[in-house]
Nanobody
């Protein structure tokens, strides 16, 4: 049973930058695809970004492309989400998750097996 813990979420002003981290323990990490999703109250869980095991293949939702950057450090069992130029629409609980299957383009929540508890990001105007 893998445990994922997200940290770094807080209240920031529009235009600010924020870096979220996800630490994994109790399971395999280096061979897994890692994704970030977010969910605002009353809304569906929304795909944000993923990074493949080798760290070279990344993919972003159109809403965050050019502003967010996902990266990973397999030696530390961590993944990060650098968020720049934040806007109020980015306000949500952000979750990291792991997919252990070989998936070409995992952008649906059901494609991920392990989830963290989330960290709250609030962007004020």
């Amino acid at each position: 049973q893998v445990t994922l813990v997200e940290t770094g979420g807080r209240l920031v002003q529009a235009g600010a930058s924020l870096r979220l981290s996800c630490a994994a323990s109790g399971g395999t990490f280096s061979t897994a695809t890692v994704g970030w999703f977010r969910q605002a109250p009353g809304k569906e869980r929304e795909f944000v970004a993923y990074i493949k095991w080798n760290g070279r293949t990344t993919y972003y939702a159109d809403s965050v492309k050019g502003r967010f950057t996902i990266s990973r450090d397999n030696a530390q069992n961590t993944v990060s989400l650098q968020m720049n130029s934040l806007i109020p629409e980015d306000t949500a609980v952000y979750y990291c998750c792991l997919a252990h299957l070989l998936l070409s383009m995992p952008i649906a929540p059901a494609q991920y097996s392990s989830w963290g508890q989330g960290t709250q990001v609030t962007v004020s105007s």
